[in-house]
């Protein structure tokens, strides 16, 4: 059933003090747009409804992708630009599908201003909070708690299917596995064009520490391997591993590796920092950098060998090694 984006009154008197929230499909960004609210904690929320009024939240972030699926067909107009806000005080606890059918360029935002909240966990262990299967979504602003060998996010691009999250932003979250959680963000086939900036990941350590846990992971490349993303000031600590995979059979291609600090950990040490190895063309560029630790293979350093990445311009507390220079900064890529 299609629920219209209107309610029983003719007149919306709107948001006070928000010019052009009048009106029956409520507050917009954009003329086509949609902006839909989810806090299940609130005390005015609802299972069902359109979700465009901030005093009647929906209960759940599926139920705003299914509403903004079935209005689009409905209409057969376009939602590009819509936006579902989780407010500030929702503990979300679901697994999350945003399936090819629904709108491009639609940003799910947690609405804080850089605080631990709203939290987002799995409906159970060793479920996934989203997964990503439409491009250019935007993803910011949550502290995802995803324990148990769960991930936090899964992007895919699956060769004879729809699904594409290719051109995904997940930017400004915080990621924490709680000692058990798998992956924080896991490419599952080739997604192009991802950016991933201003992120902090920490605790993501399998459960029974198996060592299979990775802050950034890709777990299929059956077709080809993530291609020009982009990966950015993030922070990456108390990690199994931060990025690579399982095997160092996949990896990312002519993607861009800038201003992120790899930690080789306290109580969780690090065995993959930043390994590379596994990318089918490689010539990826790392610079910019702090690599703490040992700078080197057996400190979980890999460039991709048949087509060599470009590590030059990093930081490195490493200086005995010879790929680094007295003063600190890399010169050549990480070698055995």
């Given at each position: 059933m299609v629920l219209p984006q209107i309610r029983l009154q003719p007149w919306y008197p709107g948001q006070m003090g928000v010019p052009g929230s009048d009106i029956s499909r409520?507050?917009?960004?954009?003329?086509t747009s949609l902006v839909l609210y989810v806090d299940e904690n609130h005390p005015g929320a609802i299972a069902v409804g359109d979700g465009t009024d901030p005093e009647h939240p929906l209960t759940t972030i599926q139920t705003a992708?299914?509403?903004?699926?079935?209005?689009?067909?409905?209409?057969?107009?376009?939602?590009?630009?819509?936006?579902?806000?989780?407010?500030?005080?929702?503990?979300?606890?679901?697994?999350?599908?945003?399936?090819?059918t629904a709108p491009e360029g639609v940003t799910l935002l947690g609405s804080t201003n850089g605080g631990y909240f709203p939290t987002w966990s799995?409906?159970?262990?060793?479920?996934?909070?989203?997964?990503?299967?439409?491009?250019?979504?935007?993803?910011?602003?949550?502290e995802f708690n995803f324990t148990?060998?769960?991930?936090?996010?899964?992007?895919?691009?699956?060769?004879?299917?729809?699904?594409n999250a290719s051109g995904a932003v997940i930017d400004s979250n915080h990621f924490s596995g709680w000692w058990s959680g798998l992956y924080g963000i896991?490419?599952?086939?080739?997604?192009y064009n991802v950016l991933i900036a201003n992120n902090e990941f920490n605790e993501i350590r399998s459960a029974g520490g198996a060592g299979t846990a990775f802050a950034i992971c890709t777990i299929d490349s059956s077709e080809a391997n993530a291609y020009q993303c982009r990966v950015l000031?993030?922070?990456?600590?108390?990690?199994?591993?931060?990025?690579g995979s399982?095997?160092?059979?996949?990896?990312f291609n002519c993607s861009l590796f800038q201003g992120n600090v790899f930690y080789e950990g306290e109580l969780i040490p690090a065995t993959l920092m930043l390994d590379l190895r596994g990318g089918s063309r490689g010539n990826n560029i790392v610079v910019g950098?702090?690599?703490?630790?040992?700078?080197?293979n057996p400190g979980g350093y890999y460039a991709n060998a048949g087509s060599p990445d470009n590590w030059v311009g990093n930081f490195a507390e490493d200086v005995a090694e010879g790929e680094v220079s007295d003063s600190g900064i890399t010169v050549l890529p990480p070698a055995a």
């Amino acid at each position: 059933m299609v629920l219209p984006q209107i309610r029983l009154q003719p007149w919306y008197p709107g948001q006070m003090g928000v010019p052009g929230s009048d009106i029956s499909r409520g507050l917009r960004w954009s003329p086509t747009s949609l902006v839909l609210y989810v806090d299940e904690n609130h005390p005015g929320a609802i299972a069902v409804g359109d979700g465009t009024d901030p005093e009647h939240p929906l209960t759940t972030i599926q139920t705003a992708v299914n509403n903004l699926i079935a209005f689009q067909t409905s209409t057969s107009s376009s939602l590009v630009g819509s936006v579902i806000v989780v407010g500030a005080g929702a503990t979300i606890a679901e697994d999350v599908v945003v399936p090819a059918t629904a709108p491009e360029g639609v940003t799910l935002l947690g609405s804080t201003n850089g605080g631990y909240f709203p939290t987002w966990s799995p409906a159970a262990s060793a479920g996934t909070c989203l997964t990503l299967r439409q491009q250019d979504w935007r993803v910011t602003g949550f502290e995802f708690n995803f324990t148990g060998n769960s991930t936090a996010i899964q992007l895919d691009w699956v060769p004879g299917s729809s699904y594409n999250a290719s051109g995904a932003v997940i930017d400004s979250n915080h990621f924490s596995g709680w000692w058990s959680g798998l992956y924080g963000i896991a490419f599952n086939g080739a997604p192009y064009n991802v950016l991933i900036a201003n992120n902090e990941f920490n605790e993501i350590r399998s459960a029974g520490g198996a060592g299979t846990a990775f802050a950034i992971c890709t777990i299929d490349s059956s077709e080809a391997n993530a291609y020009q993303c982009r990966v950015l000031n993030n922070w990456f600590t108390e990690n199994e591993n931060h990025i690579g995979s399982i095997a160092a059979d996949r990896s990312f291609n002519c993607s861009l590796f800038q201003g992120n600090v790899f930690y080789e950990g306290e109580l969780i040490p690090a065995t993959l920092m930043l390994d590379l190895r596994g990318g089918s063309r490689g010539n990826n560029i790392v610079v910019g950098n702090y690599f703490c630790g040992d700078y080197s293979n057996p400190g979980g350093y890999y460039a991709n060998a048949g087509s060599p990445d470009n590590w030059v311009g990093n930081f490195a507390e490493d200086v005995a090694e010879g790929e680094v220079s007295d003063s600190g900064i890399t010169v050549l890529p990480p070698a055995a």
